[in-house]
């Protein structure tokens, strides 16, 4: 039995500094996934996806410890967000038209066969209604730009807007894939203006000429 990994700790994607966009490659990693449309705060949707994947998550970090010998921590709730109009996201701030897909990060020893086990115990005791919606799906992003926020989901849009039309620009790069965000601190216990989200988002280079 190995030590208790905590990803939040030991993995360079969920590293981030507060007033500094950093430029990185991000790995490809694998998720546990759930998609849904508006609101995060009103809709249902969003609060059935979330009540899917943690089960599943933990279903998965216990066999990992019992049949690998292998326990983590597991890791924080992460968030792919968009919109036909992605100024949504830095003026008007319309929820209702946002696309989301919640995430959980599962580590690279975890398997499709595990992912499928753990489905069924699930799916045999008290099942979440959207369990069958959960998917266990890589991510590759490759070149991003990250940052720390701290503070309130909604007091965002500023960050992003120096984001989208100043550091991207400005560093010859273009947006290139979804708005990406990383809770590090669990908003039910962390008063608004306290939290901390790693906001990301990936990029490719402009070509040269």
């Known amino acids: 039995m190995t030590g208790k990994i905590d990803f939040k700790k030991s993995l360079d994607t969920y590293q981030a500094r507060h007033g500094r ?3 990185m490659d991000v790995p490809v990693m694998q998720y546990l996934m759930g998609d849904g449309h508006g609101d995060p705060n009103t809709s249902p949707v969003y609060t059935e ?5 943690y089960p599943v998550a933990y279903k998965l970090k216990f066999a990992s410890k019992r049949d690998l010998g292998r326990d983590y921590v597991v890791p924080p709730l992460e968030g792919l967000w968009w919109a036909e109009d992605m100024d949504s996201f830095t003026s008007d701030r319309d929820k209702s038209q946002w696309d989301w897909t919640m995430m959980l990060m599962v580590p690279d020893w ?3 066969a595990m992912f499928a086990d753990s489905i069924d115990h699930i799916r045999s005791s008290k099942r979440p209604a959207r369990l069958d919606d959960v998917r266990f799906e890589t991510l590759s992003e490759g070149l991003c730009v990250q940052t720390l926020h701290v503070g309130s989901f909604d007091d965002e849009a500023d960050v992003l807007a120096e984001l989208h039309h100043e550091f991207i620009p400005g560093h010859d790069l273009r947006m290139d894939g979804k708005h990406h965000e990383v809770y ?3 908003f039910r216990k962390v008063t608004p203006e306290k939290l901390r989200t ?7 280079r402009n070509q040269a000429g």
């Open 21 to 23: 966009f950093r430029v």
């Open 49 to 53: 996806a979330l009540e899917a994947l």
């Open 110 to 112: 975890v398997d499709h």
């Open 184 to 186: 590090l601190s669990d």
């Open 198 to 204: 790693i906001l990301r988002q990936p990029v490719v």
